[in-house]
């Protein structure tokens, strides 16, 4: 049957079926990347966990980058989440195929 992402059904404005159907050339394994960007209502202001006076970096804008495939077992693993701001990202890789933890980058 394959993995399924949830990108999209019946009653969705938008339906680009299972992951094995988006992904290019339907390759197996397949890899698919993807990105977000989006602006806040309100600046997300980041303090110091040791001094809440002292502010680290705030924005009014996020982005995510994640990189999602298959296993070999056609379930899907997350390789790689990247979140940020301007001027930070913050990263976890996975480590490994079979690994089940992930290490973190900035």
């Known amino acids: 049957m394959g993995a399924s ?5 019946e009653k969705s404005l938008t339906n680009l079926g299972s992951f094995r ?27 110091s966990p040791e001094d809440k006076t002292r502010l680290l ?11 999602v495939g298959e296993n070999g077992s056609d379930r899907l693993v997350v390789s ?11 990263t976890l890789t996975r480590k490994g195929q079979s690994a089940e933890k992930y290490a973190t980058g900035q």
């Open 80 to 90: 790689r989440l990247e979140y940020g701001l301007p001027g930070h990202q913050f």
């Open 21 to 47: 159907e988006t992904v290019y050339n339907h390759v197996k394994p397949g890899i698919m990347n993807f990105g977000l960007q989006w602006d806040l209502p309100e600046p997300l202001r980041v303090t």
């Open 5 to 9: 992402v949830g990108v999209g059904d």
């Open 57 to 67: 970096f705030s924005t009014s804008q996020l982005t995510l980058n994640c990189t």
